[in-house]
């Protein structure tokens, strides 16, 4: 059985078992309480799909691309609870998720996923289609541009705003299906922080 979790947009939760049947999901388009919500929609989405932390098998973690308070809760959240109980950790690009709910959904072609990334931004990553085991081939990004400056598609533009767990689960189930590897485990920001270590140490007077 997997967990998975995404705070790249909102807050989600879901239960999905290794054929990717989506046993329960829980959501929350809420953008600035992911520390406060996370933890209640665990619970939930494990109640629901009437599964106890032991029988998880797979904690899957959406690292992004997203901002950088939001993303580090579901990472951490992800982290904590594989830790627990003692289950592997499964990073997937949050936008492969949205990418296989659209092509499953009955997309064909070109696709462009563009989600919010604050300050006037947009993350944006570009796919090609499914693979022999289903899922979406990246063909640019994930990438960081002001909206004049995303990439031109000849198919489809996704304006997304909120990351469904349930499909990121199918993704890693897929995934694990198809024996390849799983996206680095390393949050996908894709832009400096905004406080640097200081180039030289400051000066003390007496």
């Not at 592997?88 to 462009?112: I, N």
């Not at 489809?156 to 299906?177: E, I, K, P």
């Not at 922080?193 to 000066?203: E, G, N, Q, S, Y």
């Amino acid at each position: 059985m997997l967990l998975a979790i995404d705070t790249s947009a909102g807050s989600g939760v879901a239960v999905v078992d290794e054929t990717g049947l989506v046993r329960a999901e829980r959501a929350t388009d809420d953008t600035m309480r992911h520390a406060e919500a996370i933890g209640v929609l665990i619970a939930e989405a494990l109640a629901a799909a009437g599964v106890d932390a032991a029988d998880v098998d797979g904690v899957v973690a959406g690292v992004g691309p997203g901002p950088f308070t939001g993303l580090r809760v579901g990472i951490a959240a992800a982290h904590a609870f594989a830790f627990g109980a003692g289950c592997r950790m499964l990073p997937v690009v949050s936008h492969d998720a949205l990418a296989l709910a659209w092509y499953l959904e009955g997309g064909d072609g070109p696709l462009l996923v563009v989600t919010d990334a604050r300050r006037r931004e947009r993350y944006w990553s570009s796919y090609e289609g499914l693979d022999l085991h289903g899922l979406p081939v990246r063909a640019g990004g994930p990438g960081l541009a002001k909206p004049h400056a995303l990439p031109e598609t000849a198919g489809t533009r996704l304006d997304a705003h909120h990351v469904s767990a349930a499909s990121l689960g199918m993704v890693a189930a897929r995934t694990l299906a198809a024996g390849i590897a799983f996206a680095p485990d390393e949050p996908l920001y894709l832009r400096s922080p905004d406080v640097t270590p200081a180039a030289a140490p400051k000066r003390v007077s007496a």
